[in-house]
């Protein structure tokens, strides 16, 4: 079994037709070759859910059988085993994995096999020696996926080491990104096939867990989350690009929050460089996508109860107008942020960083999770007690200390697995949506008085701070019941 690592970057036609020209590859004769790759499946996809790949590629005259495994891409690194021997098209030998758990899902599979798609690309390549002493090949795919009578235009650069520091491949894709707008790649070739031949409309991803446990490197553990992070940030870049759908908004600004509260909950045991380069980076980006995400639930959520509320005012049609147009402009904004060459580097530099980490003295994560989600616990306690007899701002900065408590409890979720984290997930649950709400509520005082300024919009303030006011029992009745609640962490 061998281990592929590699970073994808995708590219513009024009950019990769520059590819050649930069310093770096310019002095290297490239190799050019036509790859034709076919993929096969069984007719329910098994292969598929099992996150295995098995293809045969025309590399010239020869024919080769690999199989891969599926790995979670951050930004745009990918390390999947596999194996690759020569084999002759729609044969199938899977004696060479040495993974049993994957060679009985081949062999349980092998009658079923069918050829599902190809994917056609000219790659040209440079050898590169690097700087750390290692070794790496710099392809460059042009091409098609080809998935049923669909197809996909393919323009993207891979970096794989051969030997040497993992740190290598992010030096040299540092290198290139300083002369070319290259961006992370989210999806491998098969899964964009596979979306491809699905024909299914895009939709916006969610967090998913985390794999840990209480051996875990403390660091290594942050890591894992850190990655899981930046995928479910890149997995709605597209949909925040495309379109206004409002979910793809939502769900990269929760993937950057989730990432800020992991840098926050393990800022203890993070080098202060690494905090102090990266969090204020992340934080800017949330406030960008804040902005757009709170057009988004004014216009969505908040404007049709205040138009109901005061049926036939001319102010409404003003306020409706304004807040539209605003929303357009914060959308735009934001997916040209997106867009940028800062954002991909950004991406390139943050995974190189974790990658980086020392796991050295960080310890285990059982005895890390009691003592940071204890400090959490009590920030959210301090916080609580001024909140509800204060101002919008104290109940906001509850709002946030209770997301990185909420939050860390996801992450360690399964260290604190039992009837108590339920109970507790359940009440925190409820917590938190009271707490967006009057966020929502209190933002959309602020953005009233932005369309209507002055006099017009005070009668619209008036009846959300009404709002406001009148949803503060709950807050304290539920901030009580969260806190009689059994802590999940108390016996990990």
Not at 81 to 110: H, I, T
Not at 142 to 169: M, N
Not at 417 to 440: C, I, K, T, W
């Amino acid at each position: 079994m061998a281990t592929e690592t590699e970073i994808k970057l995708s590219l513009s036609p024009r950019a990769a037709s520059r590819l050649a020209r930069h310093p770096l590859l310019s002095p290297i004769e490239p190799q050019r070759v036509l790859l034709v790759n076919i993929y096969y499946d069984t007719p329910d996809r098994r292969l598929q859910r099992e996150r295995v790949v098995v293809r045969h590629r025309r590399k010239g005259r020869e024919w080769l059988m690999t199989v891969k495994t599926v790995s979670t891409v951050s930004a745009g690194l990918a390390q999947r085993s596999e194996w690759e021997v020569p084999g002759q098209r729609g044969e199938f030998e899977f004696s060479q994995v040495d993974d049993e758990r994957v060679r009985s899902v081949l062999e349980a599979a092998r009658d079923q096999l069918q050829p599902l798609f190809i994917t056609r690309f000219w790659r040209k390549s440079w050898l590169l020696d690097t700087a750390g002493g290692g070794r790496c090949e710099v392809a460059l795919d042009r091409g098609w996926i080809e998935a049923g009578d669909r197809r996909e235009a393919i323009c993207e650069v891979e970096i794989e080491t051969l030997a040497g520091p993992l740190s290598d491949i992010f030096a040299v894709a540092r290198a290139l990104q300083a002369g070319l707008h290259l961006h992370p790649e989210v999806s491998s070739k098969s899964e964009r096939a596979f979306s491809l031949l699905a024909n299914l409309p895009l939709t916006a991803s969610k967090a998913v867990p985390v794999s840990i446990s209480a051996g875990t490197p403390t660091i290594a553990a942050f890591r894992l989350i850190a990655q899981a992070c930046l995928s479910h940030l890149q997995n709605n870049e597209k949909g925040v690009c495309a379109g206004s759908e409002p979910e793809f908004v939502h769900q990269a600004r929760v993937a950057i929050r989730r990432l800020r509260s992991a840098i926050r909950l393990w800022e203890p045991v993070l080098p202060a460089t690494f905090v102090a380069t990266f969090d204020p980076a992340w934080q800017q980006l949330a406030s960008r996508l804040g902005e757009t995400r709170n057009w988004d639930v004014f216009v969505a959520e908040t404007l049709p109860v205040i138009a109901s509320a005061f049926p036939g005012q001319p102010a409404l049609d003003r306020l409706a107008l304004g807040a539209h147009a605003a929303c357009a402009v914060s959308r735009r904004r934001t997916q040209r942020v997106l867009q940028a060459a800062a954002y991909s580097s950004l991406l390139i530099e943050f995974s190189a960083a974790l990658v980086d980490l020392s796991e050295t003295k960080s310890g285990a994560l059982g005895g890390f999770v009691p003592r940071c989600l204890r400090k959490r616990a009590r920030r959210v306690d301090e916080r609580a007690a001024v909140a509800v007899a204060a101002d919008a701002a104290a109940r906001h900065r509850l709002r946030v200390a209770f997301k990185q408590l909420r939050y860390g409890v996801e992450f360690f979720s399964p260290l604190l697995a039992g009837p108590v984290l339920v109970n507790y997930h359940q009440v925190a649950s409820r917590l938190q949506e009271l707490l967006g709400h009057l966020n929502d509520l209190a933002v959309a005082v602020q953005l009233t008085a932005e369309v209507l300024p002055g006099t017009e919009g005070e009668p619209i303030a008036a009846w959300l701070n009404t709002k406001i006011e009148s949803l503060l029992p709950d807050l304290r009745h539920l901030l009580a019941e969260f806190q009689q609640q059994e802590e999940p962490w108390a016996a990990a």
